[in-house]
């Protein structure tokens, strides 16, 4: 699992497999990750401040480039960094 603070809150995929939280797969997790990223920027467009958007931009692009280390194109983690990056460029 990747270090970053918001990877790293999904805990390990072994206890999220075990818990009654729905999230079964890394591709669950993943989706989960981008939906409340999606949210998060979404929020940020409509009634943030300019230093919030750069904030959540920046934090965007950390786990863009945190998720795509050591990771094949296609792999659930680089689709993860892409969807991020995209993300990022919108709050820029």
């Known amino acids: 699992m990747k270090a970053s603070p918001i ?11 075990a818990g009654s939280d729905g999230i ?14 999606e949210a998060a920027v979404a929020h ?3 009634d943030g ?3 919030e958007r ?3 931009a920046e ?3 950390d ?3 945190e998720a795509a280390q050591g990771e094949a194109a296609g792999s ?7 969807s991020m990056q995209v993300l990022a460029e919108r709050l820029w």
């Open 76 to 82: 659930p983690w680089q689709i993860l960094a892409d």
């Open 54 to 56: 750069t904030r959540r």
């Open 7 to 17: 990877l790293r809150n999904l805990g390990t995929f072994e206890e999220r497999r």
């Open 63 to 65: 786990v863009a480039w």
């Open 49 to 51: 401040t300019a230093n």
């Open 44 to 46: 940020a467009l409509a």
């Open 59 to 61: 934090r965007r692009e």
């Open 24 to 37: 079964d797969s890394v591709e669950a997790a993943i989706a989960e990750i981008t939906r409340r990223a």
